[in-house]
T-cell receptor, first 117, second 114 residues
Framework: AQKITQTQPGMFVQEKEAVTLDCTYDTSDPSYGLFWYKQPSSGEMIFLIY??????QNATEGRYSLNFQKARKSANLVISASQLGDSAMYFC??????????????FGAGTRLAVHP | GAGVSQSPSNKVTEKGKDVELRCDPISGHTALYWYRQRLGQGLEFLIYFQGNSAPDKSGLPSDRFSAERTGESVSTLTIQRTQQEDSAVYLC????????????FGPGTRLTVL
């Protein structure tokens, strides 16, 4: 069965510093995708970044980058130059591409990031 | 443009009562997903719609849970005879088509069962 593990319940970072949020996954499917979502206290889920299993390069979106290490089955999120507005819950998720072609997302338990001034 | 909307934003009910949660996906999005998020946890998949049919109901936790979608638009998640363990945030997401990677989430409905 597919599984996402986020081992850091909480992380602290100083404003303007970089922070890495860990995510490991388990799947036997050769084709999969990995997502990171941000959930502020308001509750909405905000898509940050996506990495496909066949992508040769690590995904980047502005201050977000995904450190994809396929052999180690890890997909860590790196946030550079942290801002106070980055304080939120962060979820790693894996796309389970099923025979019907749709994408059921399997989520980790999340990491709560607090950015200090 | 308009995103995914859900109503009500909050629902408090008594144990044993039925509740209906509504989701309006982004116009033109054919794929629709329901997830549940218990306090302090990640999201759990409940059900997937492609158009008006639900090919995957595998995440529904019991037969007290059901969902329907009409007109390839609005979806309703119904929980009958609510229990305290049903208390959670119920999130709806839509995507342009069944194979599209990105799912756009609504703000969720916070359900509290007393």
């Amino acid at each position: 069965a597919q599984k996402i593990t986020q081992t850091q319940p909480g992380m602290f970072v100083q404003e303007k510093e970089a922070v890495t949020l860990d995510c490991t996954y388990d799947t036997s499917d050769p084709s999969y995708g990995l997502f990171w979502y941000k959930q502020p206290s308001s509750g909405e889920m905000i898509f940050l970044i996506y990495q496909g299993s066949y992508d040769q390069q690590n995904a980047t979106e502005g201050r977000y980058s995904l450190n994809f290490q396929k052999a180690r089955k890890s997909a860590n999120l790196v946030i550079s130059a942290s801002q106070l507005g980055d304080s939120a819950m962060y979820f790693c998720a894996m796309r389970e591409a099923l025979l019907g072609g749709y994408n059921k997302l399997i989520f980790g338990a999340g990491t709560r990031l607090a950015v200090h001034p | 443009g308009a995103g995914v909307s859900q109503s009500p934003s909050n629902k408090v009910t008594e144990k044993g009562k039925d509740v209906e949660l509504r989701c309006d996906p982004i116009s033109g999005h054919t794929a629709l997903y329901w997830y549940r998020q218990r306090l302090g946890q990640g999201l759990e998949f409940l059900i997937y719609f492609q158009g008006n049919s639900a090919p995957d109901k595998s995440g529904l936790p019991s037969d007290r849970f059901s969902a329907e979608r009409t007109g390839e638009s609005v979806s309703t998640l119904t929980i009958q005879r609510t229990q305290q363990e049903d208390s959670a945030v119920y999130l709806c997401a839509s995507s342009l088509q069944e194979g599209a990677f990105e799912q756009f989430f609504g703000p969720g409905t916070r359900l509290t069962v007393l």
